[in-house]
């Protein structure tokens, strides 16, 4: 007879899918630390109260659970999907307010647009995959 382990992951950056009980590799998850992710945004911003906000939305959507596959995903692949579907939104955003005799995209959603395209070179530049 085997004992099942009831694996518990715990917080050391050293060890991120190693059981604190058993261990054993297991799961693949990785913990995060919201804030170190927070800083991270913070730092990278010009804003801190649209930085914050982006926090907030950001966690909100990918909630407080752990990553699946940290070690594994290719995070460059899933960068560039999210640049390219927000480059469509935006654009179809344009092409949705002509259909209905209105302006085009607004001064801010350019900008957006266009630092959208400066985000997809600069992942380029600065990246290894």
């Not at 058993?22 to 995060?32: P, Q």
């Not at 801190?48 to 906000?53: A, I, K, L, P």
Request: hydrophobic share 35%; glycine share 6%; aromatic share 6%.
């Amino acid at each position: 007879m085997s004992i099942v382990c009831e694996h518990s992951i715990g917080n050391d950056p050293r060890h991120p899918t190693t059981c604190l009980k058993c261990g054993r590799e297991v799961s693949g998850r990785w913990l995060r630390d919201l804030g170190r992710e927070r800083q991270l945004i913070v730092r990278a911003s010009k804003d801190q109260v649209h930085s914050e906000n982006l926090v907030r939305f950001a966690q909100s959507r990918s909630g407080l659970d752990s990553v699946r596959m940290l070690r594994s995903r290719s995070f460059h692949t899933e960068v560039r999907e999210e640049l390219a579907d927000a480059a469509n939104y935006l654009c179809w955003l344009d092409d949705q307010r002509h259909i209905r005799g209105e302006d085009g995209l607004t001064a801010g959603e350019l900008a957006c647009l266009h630092h959208l395209t400066e985000a997809w070179r600069w992942l380029h530049v600065g990246s290894e995959d």
